[in-house]
Every structure is written in structure tokens, then in C-alpha cells.
């Protein structure tokens, strides 16, 4: 078997990628209240929302650097960087949609598979709406995307609840 990220099987070959995101809370108070927590395109219920450049959909952008990773691409900054005020509260499903258009059609995804890493809210009641979302933003069906939710049992900024933390792995094989 080859080493390094690429393993194939009889002419097909896989390569695996890692996505991480971190965002914090906004700061109690008013401008929490303006600004919406969106985990997988999914708008959540909760008294705030997370700080980013972007909607910051911590979900959708740890998907999105997998998805990269594996294509042995550049991370999310590189194509999107908050430098750039064509991303100013950008949807982050849309950034993962033309993720996909940038790792290419010689690539499917065979399946991705998230955990988003807090205290509070529970995503359990949404998690089949971000799966489904993020599925489309893929091209594949949601059987191939998994979403689960856990927390760190206080311990740590996610334990605290100062923000949210995202880890995504992502399996693309070659067509």
C-alpha cells in the first residue's frame, strides 16, 4: 500500500482531510441579540450568536476545511479570507458549495462526518437539518453526511461557554 494521504484499491484512490473551527460568543447584550447562531445553515435558538467575518457557521466551515484537506488544497482562508469584504457576513453553506466547485468533479465525496463541541445549545433537535443542509451543499445525498453534537463537561472555553469548536473529517475517493 502507498504511503502518505493518497491510498488506492485497484484503481481507485482515497485521500482523507481534517477540518477544526473555533469561534467565540458575542459579548452579551444588544449586539448578541443581532447577530444570529447559524450551526450547518441551520439558524439555532439561542441568546448569541458566534463572532466571525462571515456568519461564522463554525459547522460549516470545519466541513469545509476538510473537504480541502483532502483535496490536498489550501485551507478555508486562502479562498475566503476575512480580509476580504466580498465575505462579510457571507452564508457559509455558499463558501462550502463553491469549496466542492473547487476541489473538482474528479473527486466524490464518500462521506464527511462532524461533531460540534459545546455545552450549550443542544443541536440534537437540528441535527438532521444541518445534515440535510451541508448534503446539498456537497452534491451528495445526507445518508453520506453525519452531524453529532458533544461537550467537554465543562472544562475548557466550550465548557465555559465562551464559543463553539467544530471538527470535521471528510473521505473524498476519485472517480
Known amino acids: 500500500m502507498k504511503q502518505g494521504p493518497e491510498v ?5 484512490v482515497f485521500r482523507v482531510g481534517l477540518g477544526v473551527d473555533v469561534h467565540a ?3 452579551e447584550g444588544e449586539a448578541s441579540i443581532a ?3 447559524v450551526l450547518g445553515g441551520v439558524e439555532v435558538p439561542f441568546e448569541r450568536g458566534l463572532l466571525g467575518h462571515s456568519d461564522a457557521d ?3 466551515h470545519a ?12 485551507d478555508i482562508g486562502h479562498y475566503f479570507p476575512d480580509t476580504d469584504e466580498r465575505f462579510k457576513d457571507a452564508d457559509s453553506l455558499k463558501l462550502l ?11 466524490e465525496v464518500a462521506n464527511v462526518d462532524a461533531v460540534v463541541i459545546c455545552e450549550r445549545p443542544k443541536i440534537r433537535d437540528h441535527r438532521e437539518a444541518m445534515r440535510e443542509n451541508l448534503a446539498r451543499a456537497l452534491g451528495v445525498e445526507p445518508s453520506r453526511v453525519g ?3 458533544t461537550t467537554t463537561e465543562r ?17 473524498l475517493e476519485s472517480r
Open 25 to 27: 460568543f458575542t459579548e
Open 97 to 107: 458549495r463553491e469549496a466542492r466547485e473547487i476541489v473538482g468533479e474528479s473527486w
Open 35 to 37: 447577530r444570529k447562531l
Open 58 to 60: 463554525v459547522l460549516a
Open 147 to 149: 452531524v453529532r453534537g
Open 155 to 171: 472544562l475548557g472555553f466550550t465548557g465555559r461557554g465562551e464559543g463553539i469548536a467544530a471538527q470535521a473529517v471528510c473521505l
Open 63 to 74: 466541513v469545509t476545511d476538510a473537504l480541502l484537506g483532502a483535496a490536498g488544497l489550501e
Open 8 to 12: 488506492s484499491r485497484a484503481g481507485t
